[in-house]
């Protein structure tokens, strides 16, 4: 390649990651920490952090450790602060704050504060060294993955897509019998459970009660793979849950959901069934006074009632007349029949 020729080549580049970030970090996981920061490190901070961004974050935080100091404290502070914090995660305390220490005060303290979580939440019990493979790979690139990363005793790998979403899960033992070539969504399957970062040590007690499982993904409040809780992890979960329920002084309150205030409306119409409540009482305590004197009245007179003399249904006390006392009395022939009889 001539001298004419390298500025146009390097114009090309730069515009190719400029345009592509996400594109770009897919080739440049290929390569070795040093080389990518070797093409990283001389372009403009705008061009260079998407695609920073856009690697998987033990890539990122691999070529994070290995520039100065002062490089790495400007480029965090210019990141995405959960992007940020999930690169710092991925490394040990000593590397962690080598990359801080020339960075501002405020920002240093925020990013560790992101990286720190409160006591019994999932995100404190997670590993955040689990790296994900994407989604858009070939199992030969997620077999050369797995090779990169050298861990042990993996039985399962977590699937993620450009925004580092979580997209499923993949066994380790399909991938080792699918032809290289096939994509890697075809041997993907949906994860059996998903918890958030936040989210309290019951669920996780709760989780393994109801499908016993080895590994549960953790996500933040976007929905983004941020690490991994171990079957270890699990099963001391589950310990800590059964000691403190042995104890119950030590339990903490439930979670009580405040009670919702009923509206002016609601006031209202609690109102008015409560007064038709208290004037059908009314009525009943009337009735049953009326049947009460009736049946008084018929023990004294030591007989059954007559058979047309009832007490009205409607307990308002009226006695039903016979037949032709009630046609006398609104002005209506007798019936000759009753007539004869009287």
Known sequence: MSAETLPAVAALSRRYLQDYPREAARRLERLAPGEIA????????????PVWQALMP?????????????????????????????????????????????????????????????????????????????ADASVGDALQRLKAIRRRG?????????????????????????DPAVPLRE????????????????????ILQHQPINEVPVVDAHGRFVGVIQHTALLAAVAQETTVARHP?????????????????????????????ARRGEGEVQRLGILRGFHELCQRSRHAPPRDVLPCSAGLGRARMPGAARRERHGGPASPGRAGRQ
């Open 38 to 49: 070797e093409l990283l490190l001389p372009l403009p901070l705008h061009v260079a952090l």
């Open 249 to 277: 002084r030590a339990c903490r309150p439930p979670r009580i959901a405040p009670r919702p205030t009923p509206s002016r409306a609601g006031y209202a119409a609690l109102r008015s069934v409560r007064r038709r409540t």
């Open 154 to 178: 993996l039985r399962e790998m977590f699937v993620v897509d450009d925004a580092r979403q979580l997209a499923g899960r993949v066994e380790i033992h399909d991938l080792a019998v699918t």
């Open 58 to 134: 033990d890539v990122a935080a691999a070529m994070l450790a290995g520039i100065p100091a002062d490089v790495a404290a400007r480029w965090l502070a210019e990141a995405d602060p959960p992007t940020a914090a999930a690169v710092l995660a991925q490394l040990d305390e000593e590397a962690r704050a080598k990359c801080l220490s020339g960075a501002d005060p405020e920002v240093a303290a925020e990013l560790r504060a992101l990286v720190a979580y409160p006591e019994d939440v999932a995100g404190r019990i997670m590993d955040p060294n689990v790296a994900p493979l994407r």
């Open 187 to 206: 041997v993907t399957r949906p994860p059996i459970a998903v918890v958030g970062e936040l989210d309290p040590r019951e669920d996780l007690v709760a």
